[in-house]
């Protein structure tokens, strides 16, 4: 039987959002709050992007097939929390697309061994197509660091 690795398991982001209102409001209130325990970064920019990939119906439709515990699992709940990637800067949407023609297999597989990890069981055909037809991909630019550990 295959092992199955539930990546909702952990504490929803949601969970972790201290205060109330907006993404500006947020930040100022935690910087102004001495009883979190946290000193202030200044944002670092880094040389990445990001890449946020979410499953498409394809992706739980087979999910659901190989796994009998997924059978009520929805699309909003799969993707409540998305896999980030950091990914190359792209000066041009072209650039994104040859890159993502060349590292799809490793987003691809990736997303289907942290959901079942059953080998046998993945899709025979794993082209761009059909990554494109399972899973959503957006590239965001500014990705900033804010923390003083190393990455």
């Given at each position: ?6 990546r ?10 201290q205060?109330?209102g ?24 880094i ?11 394809p ?36 650039e994104?697309?040859e890159?993502l ?8 597989e990736?997303?289907l ?8 069981s ?30």
């Amino acid at each position: 039987m295959a092992q199955m690795t539930n990546r909702g398991g952990g504490v929803p982001s949601r969970a972790l959002t201290q205060g109330h209102g907006s993404p500006d409001s947020k930040s100022s209130s935690l910087r102004n709050t001495p009883d979190l325990g946290h000193k202030f970064m200044e944002p670092t920019e880094i040389n990445r992007s990001a890449l946020i990939a979410t499953v498409k119906q394809p992706f739980l439709d087979w999910l659901r097939a190989v796994d009998s515990t997924s059978k009520n699992i929805n699309l909003s709940e799969i993707n409540c929390e998305p896999t980030v990637y950091l990914v190359p800067e792209f000066e041009a949407e072209g650039e994104f697309a040859e890159w993502l023609g060349q590292n799809y297999k490793t987003i691809f597989e990736e997303q289907l061994a942290g959901w079942w990890t059953d080998r046998s069981s993945w899709p025979t055909i794993r082209s761009i197509e059909v990554f494109q037809d399972w899973f959503e991909c957006r590239i965001y630019s500014m990705v900033f660091d804010l923390d003083d550990g190393p990455l």
